[in-house]
Structure formats: C-alpha cells, structure tokens
C-alpha cells in the first residue's frame, strides 16, 4: 500500500517535464504515454479498492457451520486468490488504458 502512495506521488510530483512535451510535435508522445500511465496508477488504485471489498463480502459470508476444517480452507483459497487478482490489478490497468 505505502509502495503505490510513493508511487503515485512520485508520478504526480515530475508531471511537469512529461507535461512540456505535449506541446512539441516531436517529443509529445512522451507526455501522452506518461499521462497514460498516470492514469493506469489511478485506474489500479481504484481496482485493489474493488478487489479488497469483493474479498471482504466473501470472508464474511464464511460460516464455521459446516465445520472448521472447510471454512479454514475456504478462508485460504479466497486469500490465494486475493493476492493473485492484486498481482494481476497492474496489468490489467495498463492493457486498459493503453500504457506500455
């Protein structure tokens, strides 16, 4: 989490260089890929908010009824697939936006 808040501030603090360049003809590409990308770090911010909150419905709907054994395994394969899902937010973000 601190990882993405450093990240972000950090894309958004140099905005200005990328900025300049949109006005040339030449080098405005630059500035077009970086807002992309600037994007896509917003984009995947709000997906892990999205991510965190399904996985959060899940957990709780977890009942003990059907034994412990069960609901400690289903508790691990939501986790697993939590942490894979989050790994893929960064991918999936930059594919949508266009980001390279």
Same mark, same amino acid.
């Given at each position: 989490?601190?990882?993405?808040?450093?990240?972000?501030?950090?894309?958004?603090?140099?905005?200005?260089?990328?900025?300049?360049?949109?006005?040339?003809?030449?080098?405005?590409?630059?500035?077009?890929?970086?807002?992309?990308?600037?994007?896509?770090?917003?984009?995947?911010?709000?997906?892990?908010?999205?991510?965190?909150?399904?996985?959060?419905?899940?957990?709780?709907?977890?009942?003990?009824?059907?034994?412990?054994?069960?609901?400690? *395994?289903?508790?691990?394969?939501?986790?697993?697939?939590?942490?894979?899902?989050?790994?893929?937010?960064?991918?999936?973000?930059?594919?949508? *936006?266009?980001?390279?």
């Amino acid at each position: 989490m601190a990882r993405r808040r450093v990240l972000t501030l950090l894309m958004t603090s140099l905005a200005p260089i990328p900025f300049a360049t949109i006005a040339n003809r030449e080098a405005g590409h630059m500035g077009h890929n970086y807002f992309k990308s600037l994007f896509a770090v917003g984009f995947q911010g709000m997906l892990i908010m999205v991510c965190m909150a399904i996985y959060a419905v899940l957990v709780q709907g977890i009942a003990a009824g059907g034994g412990l054994m069960g609901a400690i *395994w289903t508790c691990v394969g939501y986790t697993v697939l939590l942490c894979f899902v989050l790994f893929k937010t960064g991918s999936l973000s930059k594919s949508i *936006w266009g980001a390279h």
